[in-house]
């Protein structure tokens, strides 16, 4: 074997070995790694974002306004007075004397109070004798009370009945010191007699009764 044949080979060995390495270099240099998917830090949902209802949070609560209420206010005070009121037994005979109380808010109203008290029994032992009359007006003026009523057919009375109501109107009604006369008007107009028995006075004064 020549030794030129000796050189020439082991000229091509040490050829074909740098074209093996340069062949693994390049395929070293095209290839990359592909970044990871998923695997990227995700911010967190706390940072910036305001607390969740029910995650335990700190909770924003907004102030309620208070509903503004109107309160009623008090009616004036009324006043009250004990008075004797009259009526007639259950057999129509006679006068019977109660204690009732009135309740007014103006003293002018006191006498409208005492007359409404002739329209209603306290008890069933007696009987209202000013069941069937109607009130129109009731004003007192320099010491005369003036008073127009109506009379329904059921309210009329007999000459006994009669006697009695104008009685129990007149000791009613001058229990008020004030009150000097009456002028019982029905209607507005001024009758002979209230129910056609009895002579009715224009006015009734206090000696009368």
Not at 67 to 74: A, D, G, I, L, V
Not at 95 to 117: E, G, M, R, S
Not at 201 to 206: A, D
Request: net charge neutral; aromatic share 6%.
């Amino acid at each position: 074997m020549s030794k030129e044949w000796v050189m020439m080979h082991k000229t091509w060995q040490k050829g074909m070995a740098a074209a093996a390495i340069a062949a693994l270099l390049l395929a070293g240099c095209g290839t990359s790694k592909a970044p990871l998917q998923g695997t990227a830090e995700t911010p967190s949902s706390k940072s910036g974002q305001a607390a969740q209802p029910g995650t335990g949070e700190d909770k924003t609560t907004t102030p309620t306004t208070p509903t503004e209420t109107s309160t009623p206010k008090p009616d004036p005070e009324k006043k009250e007075l004990k008075i004797k009121a009259y009526y007639s037994d259950a057999q129509l005979e006679k006068l019977v004397q109660k204690d009732v109380t009135i309740n007014f808010k103006q003293d002018q109203d006191k006498y409208l109070a005492a007359l409404n008290q002739l329209k209603k029994s306290p008890d069933d032992k007696t009987i209202p004798l000013f069941k069937g009359f109607t009130y129109k007006s009731v004003a007192l003026k320099d010491g005369q009370l003036n008073l127009d009523v109506s009379i329904a057919d059921d309210g009329r009375l007999g000459s006994g009945g009669e006697e009695m109501l104008l009685d129990a109107l007149q000791k009613t009604m001058f229990q008020f010191s004030e009150v000097k006369s009456i002028e019982l008007l029905v209607d507005g107009k001024q009758v002979e007699s209230l129910m056609g028995h009895m002579d009715l006075p224009h006015p009734i004064k206090r000696s009368q009764s």
